[in-house]
Nanobody, 128 residues
């Protein structure tokens, strides 16, 4: 039974920092060909990809978060992280973590609305 559980969301002021966590269980993601990532969905908007990390720890970021967000993972703790610095009101959204093989994750990165991948339930980030 694959389970992804996000935590770390909250309400912050613009300019502050939050770090999100995603605990992964029932899924051996630390093997070649598996990607993990973070997506977000603001109210009334489509889900968007924001950060991903490959099995060999290569990160990728969407333009709106480059230079402010950092994705990382701790394989010993089965946990994916997203450190978010200098938050702005535009970052106000529900944040989700996801995992899948490279092929499907690449498709998901291009079109975050497709129905692939393992997903968590989300954690809310509010910036005012």
């Amino acid at each position: 039974h694959v389970q992804l559980v996000e935590s770390g969301g909250g309400s912050v002021q613009a300019g502050e920092t939050l770090t999100l966590s995603c605990l992964v269980s029932g899924y051996t993601y630390n093997r070649p060909g598996i990607c993990l990532g973070w997506f977000r969905q603001a109210q009334g908007k489509q889900r968007e990809a924001i950060a991903a990390i490959s099995s060999d720890d290569r990160p990728e970021y969407a333009d709106p978060v480059k230079g402010r967000f950092t994705i990382s993972k701790d394989n010993a703790k089965n946990t994916l992280y997203l450190q978010m610095n200098n938050l702005t009101p535009d970052d106000y959204a529900m944040y989700y973590c996801a995992a899948d093989n490279d092929y499907r994750f690449a498709a998901l990165w291009r079109d975050p609305g497709i129905d692939v991948g393992y997903w968590g339930q989300g954690t809310q980030v509010t910036v005012s």
